[in-house]
């Protein structure tokens, strides 16, 4: 029976070969990853810089704020102290001219539009988490006398003064017995806060 020959295949250039789609392999996936961090990094560029902006919209409406309560806090004292006094006296010698009511009925107008779009646009997430909650038991202490101010503005249209004016009194009275306590806290919550939303600021700046 006659030898068959079989060509041997040659070797000559398959570790070459292999190398070279390792290589690709290795490129590819060092491509993959620069791109996905790439993408993490302009991900976190974004949300810092979503973040300090809501940071510098609650700072502004804050400061804002503050100096509202601050106008009006000692005001809203004396009137408290004249309608005590008020109802302290007998009925037949009280005055309404005692209680001096010679800037209105005067209610710091806080505004809450940076929370509002902080809730909107989901930002809140973005901030340090403290921060977050410092920011949100503020508001709700804010909306507090809010709703206080709208309550009493109810009452106002529902009995004027001019209709009832020891009934308007009384009012105005159990307002500022519960302002007089809000609006010092709110005073030292926002200067409290203030410093804390610097940082944040700062700390986002250095990153």
């Not at 006659?2 to 490129?27: M, R």
């Not at 006094?85 to 209105?104: L, Q």
């Not at 249209?157 to 009832?164: K, Q, R, T």
């Amino acid at each position: 029976m006659p030898d068959i020959h079989v060509p041997k295949l040659e070797a000559h250039g398959t570790g070459h070969s292999i190398f070279k789609i390792l290589l690709e392999v290795v490129l590819i996936g060092i491509g993959v990853f620069l791109g996905l961090a790439g993408e993490q990094w302009r991900e976190n560029a974004r949300h810092r810089e979503l973040a300090e902006r809501t940071l510098r919209r609650f700072r502004a409406e804050i400061v804002e704020n503050r100096q509202a309560v601050i106008d009006v806090k000692d005001y809203h004292v004396s009137l408290a102290e004249d309608l005590k006094k008020y109802f302290a006296t007998e009925p037949a010698k009280r005055k309404a001219d005692n209680v001096h009511f010679t800037k209105g009925f005067s209610p710091a107008r806080l505004s809450h539009t940076a929370w509002d779009l902080t809730l909107a646009n989901q930002s809140l997430v973005y901030i340090e988490s403290d921060l977050g909650f410092a920011l949100s038991d503020l508001y709700q202490t804010q909306e507090q006398l809010t709703a206080m101010t709208m309550g009493l503005t109810q009452a106002m249209y529902i009995n004027p003064p001019d209709e009832d004016l020891t009934r308007f009194f009384d009012s105005v009275y159990v307002y500022y017995g519960d302002a007089t306590l809000i609006e010092p806290q709110l005073v030292k919550a926002f200067e409290a806060i203030l410093p804390r939303i610097d940082k944040a600021l700062l700390d986002a700046s250095a990153k």
